[in-house]
C-alpha cells in the first residue's frame, strides 16, 4: 500500500487524501513528518494542515518536548471535528448511529422496521436519522454523509439482487438516490456483511492484520475479503458470498438454488430452525430470544452448535487453503456468548496451508467491534470513500441535487460536498 502523494496541483484531492491518512494513523505527527511519510513538498503539507485545522478534521496538540532550536508543532485528528452516520437495515430494524472521525459512536437510534415497502421504510429511516442529528451539538455541515448497509447486492446504490430471504418490492430500488434526496445528504449504500469487514479492519482487527477474511452472521450468512487494507469486491460486487460455500453437498434446500450451503447450517435463521417450527414464530425470532434459549441449555441449540462448528470447520479450510488469509475474523448480529461458544467448537481446525504458521487462536477469532459492527462499517462508508480511491470505484455515492447548487464535482469528485466547508470545491488558486 502506498501513502505517497504527488505535487502536481491536479492531484490536490489525493494529496489531502494521504496527508489526513497519515494524521489519522500516525498522530500526532509534526508537518515534517507528515512531508516525509508522503512524499509532499513541506510547502504543500503546510498548506493542507492549515486547511485541516481551519475546517476543524485535525487540531494541534502542543509542541514536542527536547530536540534543539523551535521544537515542532504537532497535529493529530480532531474527534469532534467531523462525524458521519451509518444506518443498518435489516428485515427486523434499523440502527443509526452518529460516529466521530476516530470511531466512536456518539449517538445511537434504533426503531422496528414497520412495514417492508422501500418507501415506508426509508421514511423510516429519515426519522431515525433526524432523531440523532439534532439530538447531538454536532453541526450539520461537519456531517460527512450517511451510510447505509443492508442484505442484499448493490449496483451504485441500486439493490439488485435478493438475499436468501427476500423483501419483497426492493429489486431495482435505487436506495441511494431516494435516500440521498430525503437527507440531503451523500449516501453511500453497500452490503451488510462487506461493511461489516470494513468497520472490523478500520477500528478492530485490522490493526494487526492487513488481509483477513471476516464471516458475517446475520439472518443469512455473508463476509468480506479484506486485501491490504480494503475490501475484495469481485467482478460482480459479489466476493466473498462465504455462506453459499456448498460444505454439505445434497444437504439442505438453499434458497440460492443450491443444496448444503454452509448459511443453511451456521446463520441465525438456521439456529431460530433447530427449535422454532411455525413460519410467525420463525418470523418472530430475535437474536435476544436465541440468547435466552441458548443461556436455558435449550438442547435442539446445543445440537444446532454441534452441527454448525462441523461445518464452520470445512469452510474454514476452505477459505484458508483458497485465500492464505492473515486470519478468519467472525461477527455480526449472533450474540456474542453463542459465537464465542461455537468458535470453541470448532476448534481444533482442520490442517491447512496456514497451520503451519498460524495457530488456531489467530487463525479463527472472533471480532473485535462487537456492538453494532454493520452500522459502524457503515458509519465507515463516508469516511473510506475519501479516504481511499478504490473505495470510490466499488461504492455508488448519491447526493441530492437539490442542495448543492452547482453540478460540478469537486476536490474528491463529489458532488454533494459542495455545502460543506472542508469539501466546497477544487480550490481555484
Ligand atoms: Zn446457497
Known amino acids: 500500500m502506498s501513502l505517497m502523494g504527488t505535487n502536481l496541483e491536479h492531484a490536490r484531492g489525493r494529496n489531502r487524501r494521504v496527508a489526513f491518512e497519515v494524521v489519522l494513523r ?8 507528515v512531508a516525509r ?61 452518529v460516529v466521530n472521525v476516530l470511531g466512536e459512536i456518539v449517538e445511537r437510534a434504533q426503531v422496528l422496521v414497520a412495514s417492508q415497502n422501500p418507501e415506508q421504510v426509508l421514511g423510516q429511516v429519515e426519522r431515525v436519522v433526524e432523531t440523532l442529528v439534532p439530538s447531538h451539538t454536532l453541526r450539520r455541515n461537519r456531517l460527512l454523509g450517511v451510510g447505509v ?20 418490492g426492493w429489486l431495482d430500488f ?20 462487506t461493511a461489516a469487514a470494513v468497520g472490523e479492519s478500520l477500528y478492530g482487527w ?38 453459499h460455500l456448498i460444505v454439505n453437498p445434497g444437504g439442505k434446500v438453499c434458497a440460492c438454488g443450491s443444496r448444503g450451503c454452509l448459511e443453511r447450517y451456521i446463520s441465525l435463521f438456521s439456529a431460530y430452525e433447530a427449535f422454532l417450527h411455525s413460519e410467525s414464530e420463525l418470523e418472530a425470532a430475535t437474536p435476544e430470544y436465541l440468547l435466552a434459549e441458548f443461556e436455558k441449555g ?27 488469509p492473515g486470519g478468519v475474523v467472525m461477527g455480526g448480529v449472533l450474540p456474542g456468548p453463542i459465537l464465542t461458544a461455537l468458535i470453541d467448537k470448532v476448534r481444533p481446525l482442520k490442517p491447512s496451508i496456514v497451520s503451519r504458521s498460524g495457530s488456531d487462536l489467530t487463525r479463527l477469532a472472533q471480532g473485535k467491534v462487537v456492538v453494532d ?15 481511499h480511491p478504490a473505495t ?28 460543506i466547508p472542508f469539501f466546497a470545491g477544487e480550490p481555484t488558486s
Open 26 to 33: 500516525h498522530g500526532p505527527v509534526s508537518r515534517a513528518e
Open 37 to 97: 511519510m508522503t512524499g509532499l513538498t513541506p510547502q504543500t503539507v503546510s498548506n493542507i494542515t492549515a486547511e485541516f485545522v481551519d475546517t476543524g478534521l485535525i487540531r494541534e496538540v502542543g509542541r514536542r518536548k527536547g530536540g534543539k532550536g523551535q521544537p515542532a508543532l504537532e497535529y493529530a485528528v480532531d474527534g469532534e471535528g467531523a462525524y458521519t452516520i451509518g444506518v443498518h437495515l435489516d428485515q427486523q430494524r434499523i440502527v443509526g448511529i
Open 149 to 168: 448497509v443492508m442484505p442484499g447486492f448493490f449496483e451504485r446504490g441500486v439493490f439488485v439482487s435478493y438475499g436468501p430471504l427476500s423483501m419483497e
Open 174 to 193: 435505487p436506495v441511494g438516490e431516494k435516500l440521498s434526496r430525503r437527507l440531503r445528504l451523500p449516501v453511500y449504500v453497500d452490503n451488510d456483511a
Open 206 to 243: 485490522g490493526h494487526q492484520l492487513r488481509s483477513f477474511v471476516y464471516i458475517y452472521f446475520g439472518l443469512g450468512v455473508g463476509g468480506g475479503i479484506i486485501v491490504d487494507g480494503q475490501p475484495y469486491a469481485g467482478v460482480h460486487q459479489r466476493a466473498a458470498e462465504v455462506g
Open 298 to 324: 435449550n438442547p435442539a441449540l446445543e445440537r444446532w452448535l454441534e452441527d454448525a462448528a462441523y461445518y464452520l470447520r470445512i469452510a474454514v479450510n476452505q477459505l484458508e487453503n483458497m485465500l492464505d
Open 373 to 387: 459492527t454493520p452500522s459502524i462499517g457503515a458509519a465507515a462508508l463516508p469516511m473510506s470513500y475519501l479516504l
Open 392 to 419: 470510490q470505484e466499488r461504492l455508488a455515492l448519491h447526493a441530492s441535487d437539490t442542495n448543492s447548487g452547482s453540478n460540478s464535482s469537486n476536490t474528491f469528485g463529489v458532488s454533494g460536498f459542495a455545502d
